[in-house]
């Protein structure tokens, strides 16, 4: 079965709505307390479980369209926009290691797609 455009499109755009939901996880937790009150009110949280549940549905929509060999691997985008998320909102710092990191994770998913 090769893998088809729109399927790769999905699973990219899977990413980076999961990105956010990680991003809505990281500032839900700065407001999270000992008492339980804190996780079921806490706005943040939940808006990240629900783009992470939307990054799901994209997701599984993506892998009817192709190869789960090809597909899979594209979920490491996350990584990548997660940071550029936290460079751009969270003002957090990057070093030339995390960014050569961030250039093989994106050079991975070039080998992978060019193995396609």
């Known amino acids: 079965m090769a893998t088809k455009l729109w399927a790769v499109g999905l699973v990219i755009f899977a990413t980076f709505i999961g990105a956010f939901g990680a991003l809505f996880f990281k500032l839900g ?3 999270l307390h000992r008492q339980f009150k ?3 009110t806490n706005t943040r949280l ?3 479980i629900v783009l992470y549940g939307i990054s799901t549905i ?3 929509a993506g892998l009817k369209g192709g190869e789960l060999s090809v597909l899979y ?3 490491s985008l996350s990584y990548a926009w997660t940071v550029l998320l936290s460079i751009k909102i ?3 710092k ?3 290691w995390k960014w050569s990191g961030i250039a093989l994770i994106l050079l991975g998913v070039v080998f992978i797609g060019l193995g396609a």
Do not use: C, R, T
Request: proline share 5%; charged share 15%; net charge negative.
């Open 90 to 92: 969270l003002g957090e």
């Open 29 to 31: 937790a700065d407001k």
């Open 46 to 48: 939940f808006i990240g």
């Open 38 to 40: 804190s996780i079921i």
């Open 73 to 75: 691997p594209l979920a």
């Open 94 to 96: 990057m070093n030339s």
């Open 58 to 60: 994209f997701f599984l």
